[in-house]
């Protein structure tokens, strides 16, 4: 690459890891503010959720690194143009084409690293992510054992413990099942523990009393007990991961195991091959969003007012291609031999942005044919 090649690339290299992390930081902790309050209304602890949030981070940082991959394109272009660069350059012959030699290489390296997070590194951390949520959802003790607080694990279910002791004995529990439609029953106990069983989860309650309350009646009865066992699996709602889904199985999995995989998601052959193609093409609009922003933005020239009409156009025509991605991603959905509608935008935005170009590197084809035109005289 020549010299200037290598500035203008810098440049694009530079605004998107700043404008990347910009916005990744802003949509990490939008989520995980969210996260955060049901984590911590489960119990659970802050390593679990810096866990949880890092995990999701590929998923996040594969839907942000197209848009950054066009903002840092409109921005430096944008710049250059302020600063007089661009028309110098220009000047000393630079065709359109050959300026877009760095932008494009810009371009499909933004694809290439998106390529890695949707056909590898995605499908690893939302594998790992759907497993820890499992365990989290099986983990009763941080769920229940809350000292001195309210949880409620499921609705009309109310738990209570004043204190759980070194051996994991809970000393004066109190649990409110309000499910029934016209009954409601009250434990209190001094003494609990929760053990396993073949069903899930049984709290055993020692040396307490149970109040059912008919709604309709409005009758009370009360019944003392040594020992109670009180199932708790009904409530609480665990994930099986025998079975992965196929958002969480690498691409790499679909042609050397493909066989295992289609036995493992229950899926064909055909709906294999079309979640493959999306994921490449979502790797593709990195490219195109790059090519598109550069060729909106050089067909304007040089303009003491700025490129704004230019930068309204490349966020336009950028619209309409992720408008037409998400039309034919559900078509492609749910008609998987469509596979070949998901490259639509892709050929679609080259198209323009080859279109614009052309146009750009002829900016007197027009003017010179209306001029040769005879004038009829009246």
């Known amino acids: 690459m020549g010299r200037f090649d290598r500035y203008l690339l810098q440049q694009h290299i530079l605004l998107f890891g700043l404008f990347s992390l910009i916005l990744v930081m802003v949509f990490w902790v939008n989520k995980a503010v969210s996260l955060l309050d049901q984590l911590m209304s489960d119990g659970q602890n802050m390593s679990l959720f810096l866990k949880l949030t890092s995990l999701s981070l590929p998923m996040l940082i594969a839907d942000v690194l197209p848009i950054t991959a066009f903002i840092a394109t409109v921005f430096a272009i944008n710049r250059m143009s302020n600063d007089s660069e661009l028309v110098v350059i220009q000047a000393t012959g630079f065709s359109p084409w050959r300026l877009g030699r760095a932008v494009i290489a810009f371009g499909l390296i933004a694809s290439l690293m998106v390529a890695c997070l949707t056909h590898v ?54 649990l409110s099942d309000s499910r029934g439609k016209d009954q409601r029953i009250n434990f209190l106990a001094r003494r609990a523990l929760i053990v396993s069983d073949t069903e899930g989860p049984v709290l055993l309650l020692f040396d307490g009393a149970s109040h059912a309350l008919n709604t309709k009646t409005q009758r009370l009865s009360v019944t003392t007990f040594d020992s109670f066992a009180y199932n708790l699996a009904p409530f609480l709602t665990t994930t099986d991961m025998a079975e992965r889904s196929v958002r969480s199985i690498p691409s790499v999995e679909f042609f050397t195991n493909q066989a295992a995989v289609l ?22 609009l990195a490219a195109i969003a790059t090519i598109i922003g550069f060729a909106a933005l050089v067909a304007g020239g040089f303009s003491r007012f700025g490129l704004w009409r230019q930068i309204f156009l490349a966020i336009g025509l950028l619209i309409l291609l992720k408008a037409v991605d998400s039309a034919v991603i559900s078509t492609s959905s749910n008609m998987p031999e469509l596979w070949a509608l998901l490259y639509v935008p892709s050929v679609m935005g080259f198209c323009l942005a080859g279109l614009i170009l052309w146009y750009t590197s002829h900016p007197h084809l027009f003017r010179r044919r209306a001029k040769q035109t005879p004038q009829v005289p009246q």
Not at 124 to 132: D, K
Not at 150 to 162: E, K, L, M, S
């Open 263 to 284: 036995a493992e998601t229950e899926l064909t052959a055909m709906e294999l091959r079309q979640t493959f193609h999306e994921r490449t093409s979502k790797a593709l």
């Open 121 to 174: 590194l995605s499908p690893l951390a939302r594998g790992e992510l759907a497993i820890n949520q499992a365990e989290m959802s099986r983990d009763v003790t941080a769920r229940l054992l809350t000292e001195g607080t309210f949880v409620h694990p499921a609705n009309g279910i109310t738990f209570y413990v004043r204190e759980i002791n070194a051996s994991g004995e809970l000393l004066d529990v109190y």
